[in-house]
Nanobody, 113 residues
C-alpha cells in the first residue's frame, strides 16, 4: 500500500513537503517517482529516486523540488519550494519494485494568493 499526504493550500513562493509511505518491507530493485496531473492533461513525471538514492528531475522543477527518502520508515518525500501558480495539481507517487508498480491516491496542492 502506498499512501500520500502533505498537500494543501500555499501562497506563491511558499513551500510544502509531500510524503509517500510505503507499507511492508521494501525489496531491492525499487524506485519511486513523483507525478502531477491537472484536469484535462496527462500525468507528468516530476522526479524519481532509485534504490541507490540516485535522483532525476524534470526540467520544469529542477532546482525547486527535491526528492528524498527515509529508509527507516519506508517514507519518501517531495519537497516543493518556491511554488508557483502553475504548480497547482494533484500530486501522485508511484512505487515500483520487482512485483510491479503501485500508485498513491494523490494529494492536492493548490498555489494561490
Amino acid at each position: 500500500q502506498v499512501v500520500e499526504s502533505g498537500g494543501g493550500l500555499v501562497q506563491p513562493g511558499g513551500s510544502l513537503r509531500l510524503s509517500c509511505k510505503v507499507s511492508g518491507n521494501i525489496p531491492g530493485g525499487f524506485s519511486l517517482a513523483w507525478y502531477r496531473q491537472v484536469p484535462g492533461k496527462r500525468r507528468a513525471s516530476l522526479a524519481t529516486i532509485a534504490e541507490d538514492d540516485t535522483t532525476n528531475y524534470a526540467a520544469s522543477v529542477r532546482g525547486r523540488f527535491a526528492v528524498s527518502r527515509d529508509a527507516a520508515t519506508n517514507t519518501f518525500y517531495l519537497q516543493l519550494n518556491d511554488l508557483k501558480d502553475e504548480d497547482t495539481a494533484t500530486y501522485y507517487c508511484y512505487f515500483v519494485d520487482d512485483s510491479g508498480g503501485t500508485w498513491g491516491q494523490g494529494t492536492q496542492v493548490t498555489v494561490s494568493s
